[in-house]
């Protein structure tokens, strides 16, 4: 089984196109859709958690070809500039997705599993350390 | 045993390499596991720190007479209002005080640019007078120009402060951070067991006078702080449980640390200057060595609730650093996500650093030359309306 977080970006073409229906009735894949911006006509933006076999994955990412859309892992889409960062721990307290907390030695770390790019904590900074881009 | 606690003698084992420093966080570890005994039979000196936002903090500024002189009447450094109602070129940059020309630009960055070693820029103008005929001035200035730099903080190091939440339906951009509708979190801004004040909650050792560890520089206490309060209601050991004494701290700008004095923009509210500062504190008696011994699970504070546009917020809950550090405290039978505010990683290595100095005999342990005051009330102000004679 694997489950990804990823940020579909879709073309303007494809905005009308069932894609969310494809990938779980014909590719058979496990969905939830964290957040999205869709405007029709205009490129459209899903970030999603899948989850699936293997193939189940494959067949996925075919179909997200064929239909030109990206797929980015969530992975970048969430920095954090080490030289800025003062390890406060300002941007914890509204990561309600428990993806920014400090670890065993008060150090920030970032857990993209969670992140749910709420985009909540780039104005908790305080010396806005934290960026992304959706 | 009986052991000799002056701090003479405490200076006298560190200049023979004797004395046993350790951080309150070592300190509180030995004491859980041997009790406040063993701290006060084995140890002489703890090191405190703390690293968060202080806005009453500044940057005093004697730029150095220009040819022909100038007495500043309006000055802006890299445009950021500076207060120069003092002698010719004097000037005061306080940390919150905006750029006229953004918002996330403030004194504390003019601050923070002219540590790291930047050029910031100079705007003057002066009234023309037979001692200062000049009426304008523009330059660079860096801290290897101007010909002194003091940073002077009227209020520093709260010993404790009151914790953050928010009853409203909307979120709130404070200095405590972003707070979240309904009771969503709760912001702390004080290092707990690590803090300088709350480690010596009778102020029996730090006083005007005492040196401190100030942005990696040497730096005194210079006087009590502004509202420098020991009326709130005390807790374990005496600490307060709530917003307590304060201090005045005042250090060479020149000698200080970039990682140490940072400067931050909130969101909504301004911006503001991360300092960090250690002292150490000496283990005169088995008084303070309890007090050194207190863990985050003894030290209290308040919840307010900062949705409440009052002087007097309503107090929400009574929890412990120990309960906000472990991430949840219960707020009307819910539990409600914490987080803090001041660096305790670099607080930690402050504390650190400062051990080390200590240990090295480069810090010496001063008494203070006069106590901090007792002030246990806090005046508010009584608004009288429009003015009339």
């Not at chain 1, 980015?72 to 307290?93: F, I, S």
Request: glycine share 8%.
């Amino acid at each position: 089984m694997i489950r990804q977080r990823v940020v579909l970006t879709f073309p303007a073409t494809t905005t009308d196109e069932p894609v969310t229906w494809r990938l779980v009735v014909e590719c058979g894949l496990w969905m939830n859709i964290l957040r999205a911006e869709v405007d029709p006509g205009n490129q459209g933006r899903l970030l999603v958690e899948l989850k699936g076999s293997e193939d189940q994955m494959s067949a996925g990412m075919k179909l997200l070809q064929e239909l030109a859309i990206t797929v980015e892992p969530l992975t970048d889409k969430l920095t954090v500039d080490r030289d800025l960062c003062l390890d406060c721990g300002a941007c914890t307290g509204v990561c309600i997705a428990g993806a920014l907390a400090l670890d065993d030695t008060d150090r920030l770390e970032f857990l993209p599993e969670n992140c749910i790019l709420c985009q909540l904590c780039l104005q908790a900074c305080p010396v806005q350390a934290l960026a992304t881009t959706f | 045993m009986a052991r000799i606690r002056t701090i003479p003698e405490i200076n006298e084992r560190m200049n023979s390499g004797q004395a046993v420093v350790m951080t309150a966080d070592e300190v509180v570890e030995l004491a859980r596991e041997r009790g406040a005994d063993e701290v006060y039979r084995t140890v002489d000196v703890v090191t405190t720190a703390t690293f968060g936002a202080m806005c009453s903090s500044g940057a005093l500024i004697n730029t150095g007479h220009a040819d022909p002189p100038i007495k500043f009447s309006q000055a802006h450094v890299n445009d950021v209002p500076a207060y120069c109602g003092l002698a010719a070129v004097d000037l005061y940059i306080g940390a919150t005080e905006p750029a006229t020309n953004r918002a996330d630009y403030g004194g504390a960055h003019v601050i923070a640019d002219l540590v790291a070693g930047r050029q910031v820029h100079l705007r003057a103008t002066g009234a023309r007078t037979d001692c200062y005929p000049r009426s304008e001035l523009e330059t660079a200035i860096s801290l290897d120009t101007v010909n002194q730099a003091v940073l002077l903080n009227p209020r520093n190091i709260y010993q404790n402060y009151c914790a953050a939440t928010n009853s409203s339906d909307r979120l709130l951009h404070t200095y405590m951070g972003t707070l979240l509708p309904r009771h969503g979190n709760v912001t702390y801004a004080t290092t707990g067991q690590l803090s300088p004040l709350l480690n010596d909650p009778g102020l029996r050792t730090i006083g005007i006078g005492s040196p401190v560890y100030l942005a990696g520089a040497r730096g005194y206490v210079a006087w009590e702080g502004t509202q420098h309060y020991t009326g709130r209601p005390a807790g374990a050991g005496g600490a307060p449980i709530g917003p307590g004494a304060t201090v005045t701290l005042v250090g060479d700008l020149k000698q200080m640390r970039t990682e140490y004095l940072r400067a931050a923009s909130f969101y909504g509210y301004g911006t503001s200057l991360f300092v960090g500062v250690g002292i150490p504190i000496p283990v005169l008696d088995r008084e303070l060595a309890e007090s050194l011994c207190l863990s985050d699970d003894d030290l209290e504070t308040i919840i307010l609730d900062y949705a409440v546009p009052s002087r007097d917020r309503p107090v929400v809950a009574r929890v412990s650093y120990g309960q906000l550090r472990r991430g949840e405290v219960e707020l009307g039978g819910k539990k409600t996500r914490t987080a803090p505010l001041s660096g305790r990683r670099v607080s930690r290595e402050i504390a650190e650093e400062l051990k080390q100095m200590v240990l090295d005999g480069v810090f010496p342990l001063a008494e203070p030359i006069a106590p901090l005051p007792d002030r246990p009330s806090l005046s508010a102000l009584t608004e009288t309306g429009a003015w009339s004679q």
